[in-house]
Protein backbone atom coordinates (compact mmCIF):
# COMPACT_ATOMS: atom_id res chain seq x y z
CA UNK A 1 0.00 0.00 0.00
CA UNK A 2 0.69 3.50 -0.55
CA UNK A 3 1.21 5.89 2.68
CA UNK A 4 1.09 9.37 1.36
CA UNK A 5 2.19 10.76 5.34
CA UNK A 6 4.96 7.89 5.40
CA UNK A 7 6.10 9.02 1.89
CA UNK A 8 6.40 12.61 2.99
CA UNK A 9 8.11 11.90 5.73
CA UNK A 10 10.60 9.92 3.51
CA UNK A 11 10.50 12.52 1.08
CA UNK A 12 11.98 15.19 3.50
CA UNK A 13 13.91 13.42 5.37
CA UNK A 14 16.00 11.93 2.05
CA UNK A 15 16.16 16.31 1.22
CA UNK A 16 17.70 16.39 4.42
CA UNK A 17 20.03 13.99 4.37
CA UNK A 18 21.23 15.31 0.79
CA UNK A 19 21.58 18.71 1.77
CA UNK A 20 24.14 17.43 4.48
CA UNK A 21 26.55 15.63 1.87
CA UNK A 22 27.86 18.90 0.94
CA UNK A 23 28.34 20.01 4.28
CA UNK A 24 30.15 17.04 5.43
CA UNK A 25 32.69 17.07 1.89
CA UNK A 26 33.47 20.01 3.43
CA UNK A 27 34.39 19.58 6.59
CA UNK A 28 36.12 16.12 5.79
CA UNK A 29 38.45 18.21 3.04
CA UNK A 30 39.49 20.70 5.77
CA UNK A 31 40.32 17.96 8.21
CA UNK A 32 41.93 16.17 5.77
CA UNK A 33 44.13 19.07 4.95
CA UNK A 34 44.67 20.39 8.59
CA UNK A 35 46.16 16.46 9.34
CA UNK A 36 48.14 16.47 6.31
CA UNK A 37 49.98 19.53 7.06
CA UNK A 38 50.39 18.26 10.91
CA UNK A 39 54.50 18.11 11.84
CA UNK A 40 54.21 14.76 13.59
CA UNK A 41 53.01 13.28 9.47
CA UNK A 42 55.65 12.18 7.32
CA UNK A 43 55.41 14.00 4.02
CA UNK A 44 54.89 10.25 2.30
CA UNK A 45 51.98 9.47 4.79
CA UNK A 46 50.81 13.45 3.94
CA UNK A 47 50.78 12.33 0.19
CA UNK A 48 49.00 9.29 0.47
CA UNK A 49 46.33 11.31 3.40
CA UNK A 50 45.69 13.84 0.46
CA UNK A 51 45.41 11.88 -2.08
CA UNK A 52 42.44 9.77 -0.37
CA UNK A 53 40.87 13.66 0.99
CA UNK A 54 40.61 14.49 -3.04
CA UNK A 55 39.16 10.53 -3.31
CA UNK A 56 36.82 11.54 -0.66
CA UNK A 57 35.80 14.52 -2.47
CA UNK A 58 35.08 13.19 -5.86
CA UNK A 59 33.07 10.62 -4.22
CA UNK A 60 30.45 13.05 -2.53
CA UNK A 61 30.40 14.93 -5.75
CA UNK A 62 29.42 11.17 -7.10
CA UNK A 63 26.53 11.22 -4.69
CA UNK A 64 25.80 14.58 -4.97
CA UNK A 65 25.30 13.97 -8.80
CA UNK A 66 23.52 10.57 -8.57
CA UNK A 67 21.20 11.94 -5.90
CA UNK A 68 19.75 14.85 -7.48
CA UNK A 69 19.15 12.53 -10.93
CA UNK A 70 17.18 10.39 -8.50
CA UNK A 71 15.22 13.13 -6.36
CA UNK A 72 14.17 14.09 -9.52
CA UNK A 73 10.90 11.77 -9.75
CA UNK A 74 10.36 12.49 -5.61
CA UNK A 75 7.15 13.90 -6.83
CA UNK A 76 5.66 11.49 -9.11
CA UNK A 77 5.06 8.67 -6.58
CA UNK A 78 2.58 11.13 -4.89
CA UNK A 79 1.08 11.87 -8.11
CA UNK A 80 0.63 8.54 -8.95
CA UNK A 81 -1.17 7.60 -6.25
CA UNK A 82 -3.41 10.81 -6.50
CA UNK A 83 -3.91 10.58 -10.32
CA UNK A 84 -5.04 6.58 -9.81
CA UNK A 85 -8.04 7.96 -8.00
CA UNK A 86 -8.59 10.22 -10.55
CA UNK A 87 -9.30 7.33 -12.73
CA UNK A 88 -11.33 5.02 -10.39
CA UNK A 89 -14.17 8.20 -10.80
CA UNK A 90 -13.68 8.09 -14.36
CA UNK A 91 -14.16 4.05 -14.52
CA UNK A 92 -17.42 4.97 -12.44
CA UNK A 93 -18.86 7.07 -15.15
CA UNK A 94 -18.00 4.83 -18.40
CA UNK A 95 -19.30 1.90 -16.49
CA UNK A 96 -22.50 3.91 -15.48
CA UNK A 97 -23.13 4.76 -19.53
CA UNK A 98 -22.37 0.90 -20.05
CA UNK A 99 -25.09 0.09 -17.40
CA UNK A 100 -27.51 2.72 -18.34
CA UNK A 101 -27.29 2.17 -22.39
CA UNK A 102 -29.09 -1.58 -21.60
CA UNK A 103 -30.05 -3.38 -24.27
CA UNK A 104 -33.01 -5.05 -22.61
CA UNK A 105 -34.64 -1.28 -21.24
CA UNK A 106 -33.99 0.68 -24.62
CA UNK A 107 -34.94 -0.21 -27.98
CA UNK A 108 -38.85 -0.82 -27.46
CA UNK A 109 -39.60 1.67 -30.79
CA UNK A 110 -43.06 0.67 -30.59
CA UNK A 111 -44.78 1.29 -34.53
CA UNK A 112 -41.30 2.72 -35.53
CA UNK A 113 -40.10 -0.47 -37.77
CA UNK A 114 -37.62 -0.69 -41.10
CA UNK A 115 -33.97 -0.38 -41.58
CA UNK A 116 -33.71 2.87 -39.33
CA UNK A 117 -35.24 0.92 -36.51
CA UNK A 118 -33.21 -2.16 -36.91
CA UNK A 119 -30.34 0.27 -36.95
CA UNK A 120 -30.85 1.79 -33.87
CA UNK A 121 -31.77 -1.39 -31.97
CA UNK A 122 -29.00 -3.29 -32.76
CA UNK A 123 -26.15 -0.33 -32.20
CA UNK A 124 -27.20 -0.40 -28.32
CA UNK A 125 -24.89 -3.34 -27.33
CA UNK A 126 -21.95 -2.07 -29.34
CA UNK A 127 -22.30 1.20 -27.62
CA UNK A 128 -22.64 0.03 -24.26
CA UNK A 129 -19.94 -2.36 -24.55
CA UNK A 130 -17.41 0.15 -26.12
CA UNK A 131 -18.11 2.15 -22.35
CA UNK A 132 -17.61 -0.63 -20.26
CA UNK A 133 -14.54 -0.72 -22.46
CA UNK A 134 -13.53 2.25 -21.32
CA UNK A 135 -14.32 1.67 -17.64
CA UNK A 136 -12.17 -1.44 -17.54
CA UNK A 137 -9.63 0.36 -19.05
CA UNK A 138 -9.80 3.41 -16.82
CA UNK A 139 -9.37 0.56 -13.81
CA UNK A 140 -6.16 -1.11 -15.49
CA UNK A 141 -4.48 2.67 -15.89
CA UNK A 142 -5.55 3.39 -11.98
CA UNK A 143 -3.60 -0.26 -11.15
CA UNK A 144 -0.86 0.30 -13.28
CA UNK A 145 -0.39 3.90 -10.97
CA UNK A 146 -1.07 2.34 -7.86
CA UNK A 147 1.42 -0.20 -8.61
CA UNK A 148 4.23 2.17 -9.60
CA UNK A 149 3.30 4.43 -6.16
CA UNK A 150 4.15 1.76 -4.43
CA UNK A 151 6.96 1.02 -6.32
CA UNK A 152 8.06 4.27 -5.75
CA UNK A 153 7.71 4.26 -2.08
CA UNK A 154 9.52 0.95 -1.59
CA UNK A 155 12.38 3.05 -3.98
CA UNK A 156 12.48 5.90 -1.78
CA UNK A 157 12.50 3.96 1.35
CA UNK A 158 15.37 2.42 0.16
CA UNK A 159 17.62 5.17 -0.78
CA UNK A 160 16.88 7.57 2.76
CA UNK A 161 18.64 4.67 4.17
CA UNK A 162 21.06 4.14 1.89
CA UNK A 163 21.70 8.60 1.82
CA UNK A 164 21.79 7.91 5.41
CA UNK A 165 24.72 5.51 5.37
CA UNK A 166 26.28 7.53 3.02
CA UNK A 167 26.44 10.35 5.34
CA UNK A 168 27.59 7.87 7.93
CA UNK A 169 30.52 6.59 6.11
CA UNK A 170 31.67 10.86 5.88
CA UNK A 171 31.35 11.27 9.56
CA UNK A 172 33.56 8.39 10.16
CA UNK A 173 35.96 9.93 7.12
CA UNK A 174 35.81 12.91 9.37
CA UNK A 175 36.58 10.82 12.89
CA UNK A 176 39.44 8.75 11.35
CA UNK A 177 41.45 12.62 10.58
CA UNK A 178 41.36 12.54 14.71
CA UNK A 179 43.59 9.55 14.71
CA UNK A 180 46.47 10.60 13.23
CA UNK A 181 49.03 8.33 12.02
CA UNK A 182 46.31 5.76 11.13
CA UNK A 183 43.98 8.00 9.63
CA UNK A 184 44.25 6.74 5.62
CA UNK A 185 43.32 3.08 7.00
CA UNK A 186 39.92 4.88 8.35
CA UNK A 187 39.48 7.36 5.25
CA UNK A 188 40.16 4.18 3.00
CA UNK A 189 37.13 1.89 4.73
CA UNK A 190 35.19 5.05 4.20
CA UNK A 191 36.06 5.47 1.11
CA UNK A 192 35.20 2.05 0.44
CA UNK A 193 31.79 2.07 2.52
CA UNK A 194 30.56 4.94 1.02
CA UNK A 195 31.75 3.72 -2.94
CA UNK A 196 29.47 0.53 -1.63
CA UNK A 197 26.66 2.93 -0.73
CA UNK A 198 26.27 4.89 -3.91
CA UNK A 199 26.49 1.40 -5.78
CA UNK A 200 23.74 0.08 -4.08
CA UNK A 201 21.53 3.35 -4.93
CA UNK A 202 22.51 2.90 -8.51
CA UNK A 203 21.67 -1.41 -8.28
CA UNK A 204 18.04 0.33 -6.60
CA UNK A 205 17.44 2.54 -9.68
CA UNK A 206 18.21 -0.73 -12.19
CA UNK A 207 15.36 -2.50 -9.80
CA UNK A 208 13.06 0.23 -9.84
CA UNK A 209 13.70 1.23 -13.84
CA UNK A 210 12.67 -2.49 -14.16
CA UNK A 211 9.15 -2.62 -12.33
CA UNK A 212 8.82 0.99 -14.21
CA UNK A 213 9.17 -0.50 -17.72
CA UNK A 214 6.50 -3.42 -16.65
CA UNK A 215 3.64 -0.73 -15.51
CA UNK A 216 4.54 1.41 -18.95
CA UNK A 217 4.53 -1.65 -21.04
CA UNK A 218 1.19 -2.17 -18.85
CA UNK A 219 -0.38 1.24 -19.98
CA UNK A 220 0.73 0.66 -23.49
CA UNK A 221 -1.44 -2.61 -24.05
CA UNK A 222 -4.11 -0.52 -22.13
CA UNK A 223 -3.57 1.95 -25.05
CA UNK A 224 -3.84 -0.76 -27.56
CA UNK A 225 -7.15 -1.70 -25.98
CA UNK A 226 -8.77 1.71 -26.52
CA UNK A 227 -8.00 1.15 -30.02
CA UNK A 228 -8.70 -2.58 -30.33
CA UNK A 229 -11.45 -3.68 -33.14
CA UNK A 230 -13.68 -5.64 -31.18
CA UNK A 231 -15.45 -2.99 -29.37
CA UNK A 232 -14.02 -0.03 -31.09
CA UNK A 233 -14.38 -0.83 -34.69
CA UNK A 234 -11.25 1.34 -36.86
CA UNK A 235 -9.95 2.37 -33.81
CA UNK A 236 -12.82 4.36 -33.01
CA UNK A 237 -15.93 4.44 -31.31
CA UNK A 238 -18.70 2.57 -33.28
CA UNK A 239 -20.38 4.69 -35.41
CA UNK A 240 -24.56 3.12 -36.03
CA UNK A 241 -24.69 2.26 -39.83
CA UNK A 242 -28.08 3.34 -41.62
CA UNK A 243 -28.62 5.89 -39.24
CA UNK B 1 -56.82 12.97 -22.10
CA UNK B 2 -57.77 9.35 -22.35
CA UNK B 3 -54.50 6.80 -22.28
CA UNK B 4 -52.55 7.13 -25.29
CA UNK B 5 -52.65 4.64 -27.92
CA UNK B 6 -51.16 4.01 -31.17
CA UNK B 7 -48.73 6.51 -32.45
CA UNK B 8 -48.51 8.54 -28.75
CA UNK B 9 -46.75 5.91 -27.45
CA UNK B 10 -43.69 5.35 -30.28
CA UNK B 11 -43.95 9.07 -29.61
CA UNK B 12 -43.21 9.06 -26.06
CA UNK B 13 -41.33 6.58 -25.98
CA UNK B 14 -38.97 7.26 -28.92
CA UNK B 15 -38.36 10.88 -26.91
CA UNK B 16 -37.77 9.21 -23.71
CA UNK B 17 -34.95 7.02 -25.54
CA UNK B 18 -33.38 10.24 -26.65
CA UNK B 19 -33.15 11.62 -22.95
CA UNK B 20 -31.39 8.56 -21.92
CA UNK B 21 -29.27 8.95 -25.18
CA UNK B 22 -28.34 12.99 -24.29
CA UNK B 23 -27.55 11.85 -20.91
CA UNK B 24 -25.20 9.17 -21.60
CA UNK B 25 -23.61 11.52 -24.16
CA UNK B 26 -22.99 14.02 -21.07
CA UNK B 27 -21.73 11.59 -19.56
CA UNK B 28 -19.34 10.49 -21.66
CA UNK B 29 -18.21 14.17 -21.97
CA UNK B 30 -17.36 14.63 -18.82
CA UNK B 31 -15.82 11.34 -18.95
CA UNK B 32 -13.55 13.11 -21.60
CA UNK B 33 -12.90 16.04 -19.75
CA UNK B 34 -11.88 14.36 -16.51
CA UNK B 35 -9.51 11.63 -18.25
CA UNK B 36 -8.24 14.63 -20.18
CA UNK B 37 -7.06 16.62 -17.27
CA UNK B 38 -5.49 13.24 -15.99
CA UNK B 39 -2.63 13.71 -18.69
CA UNK B 40 0.66 14.91 -16.41
CA UNK B 41 1.67 18.04 -18.56
CA UNK B 42 5.33 18.48 -19.00
CA UNK B 43 6.56 17.29 -15.72
CA UNK B 44 9.94 16.04 -14.91
CA UNK B 45 10.26 12.77 -13.38
CA UNK B 46 12.95 11.94 -13.63
CA UNK B 47 13.33 7.71 -13.67
CA UNK B 48 9.45 7.88 -13.66
CA UNK B 49 9.56 9.53 -16.97
CA UNK B 50 9.02 5.92 -18.99
CA UNK B 51 5.15 6.07 -17.25
CA UNK B 52 4.47 9.35 -17.19
CA UNK B 53 4.87 9.25 -20.95
CA UNK B 54 2.81 6.33 -21.30
CA UNK B 55 0.35 7.60 -19.14
CA UNK B 56 -0.16 10.95 -21.36
CA UNK B 57 -0.63 8.80 -24.75
CA UNK B 58 -2.81 6.13 -22.63
CA UNK B 59 -5.47 9.48 -21.31
CA UNK B 60 -5.34 11.16 -24.39
CA UNK B 61 -6.35 8.06 -26.43
CA UNK B 62 -9.30 7.02 -23.71
CA UNK B 63 -10.24 10.49 -23.76
CA UNK B 64 -10.33 10.70 -27.84
CA UNK B 65 -12.52 7.41 -27.38
CA UNK B 66 -14.91 8.80 -24.77
CA UNK B 67 -15.42 12.36 -26.89
CA UNK B 68 -16.15 10.11 -30.28
CA UNK B 69 -18.72 8.40 -27.89
CA UNK B 70 -20.38 11.52 -26.20
CA UNK B 71 -20.90 12.31 -30.47
CA UNK B 72 -22.26 9.33 -31.05
CA UNK B 73 -25.05 9.01 -28.42
CA UNK B 74 -25.80 12.78 -29.28
CA UNK B 75 -25.89 11.60 -32.90
CA UNK B 76 -28.51 8.71 -31.93
CA UNK B 77 -30.52 11.15 -29.42
CA UNK B 78 -30.84 13.23 -32.64
CA UNK B 79 -31.86 10.41 -34.82
CA UNK B 80 -34.71 9.11 -32.33
CA UNK B 81 -36.26 12.95 -31.78
CA UNK B 82 -36.20 13.51 -35.76
CA UNK B 83 -37.95 10.14 -35.46
CA UNK B 84 -40.50 11.15 -33.04
CA UNK B 85 -41.19 14.14 -34.53
CA UNK B 86 -41.39 12.58 -37.80
CA UNK B 87 -44.58 10.49 -36.54
CA UNK B 88 -46.28 13.51 -34.75
CA UNK B 89 -46.46 15.15 -38.01
CA UNK B 90 -47.25 12.54 -40.01
CA UNK B 91 -50.05 11.67 -37.93
CA UNK B 92 -50.96 15.13 -37.12
CA UNK B 93 -51.68 15.87 -41.05
CA UNK B 94 -53.59 12.59 -40.64
CA UNK B 95 -55.77 13.74 -37.88
CA UNK B 96 -56.38 17.03 -39.84
CA UNK B 97 -57.40 15.67 -42.98
CA UNK B 98 -59.77 13.15 -41.27
CA UNK B 99 -60.84 16.34 -39.47
CA UNK B 100 -61.37 18.02 -43.18
CA UNK B 101 -63.52 14.61 -44.24
CA UNK B 102 -66.01 15.01 -41.23
CA UNK B 103 -67.10 18.54 -41.96
Redesign the interface.
Known sequence: MFDATQYSQISDRITGKLAEIPKHQESVQAEVLRLANEWYIPSWLAESIVYLGEKLWELANWAINLLN?????L???V??WE?AY??E??RG??T??AA??NPAS???????KGA??TA?TT?ITP?SA??AR?GA??DK?SG??QA?AVS?LAFYAGVLLLVAQFVMSQIAAAAATATGVAAPVGLLASLSSGAFTLGAIVAL?GT??AL??V???Q??T??GE??DGTA?PGG?????AG? | MSTPT??Q??VD??DD?AK??Q??SN??E??QS??A??A?NR?????????????T???Q??AG??G??A???E??AG??RR?AAG?EQTEGAAAASFRLLQK
Open positions: EVIEGGAPMFTKWSAIFGVELLGSTGDWAAYAQAALSSVALCGVLSLGQASLSIHAEFHWPVVA | GYVTTLETWQEALQGTVALFIEAGVFQIVVDAHQVSVIRAEGAECRILLTY
